[in-house]
């Protein structure tokens, strides 16, 4: 997987109901301070230049993008 840029756009989804755009790093950061069961279910929508490649990450994989997690 190819790691994001920082200043790159995301959305951390910790509920469905409101997503939260900002930047990958505001987003990890965010992730990082969500409960354990928040964290489980979040997912990190990935933002390209382009609708088409957007990638979307589970807690899983937005734990690797985040040191110490």
Do not use: F
Request: hydrophobic content about 40%; aromatic content about 4%; charged content about 25%.
């Amino acid at each position: 997987m190819d790691t994001p840029s920082h200043t790159d756009t995301a959305q951390l989804v910790a509920s469905i109901h409101q997503p939260w755009r900002a930047s990958v790093h505001e987003c990890l950061d965010r992730w990082r301070r969500l409960d354990a069961a928040a964290r489980a279910s979040a997912y990190l929508v990935l933002e390209g230049p382009e609708p088409s490649l957007r990638r979307t990450l589970n807690a899983a994989e937005i734990a690797k993008l985040v040191p110490g997690a």
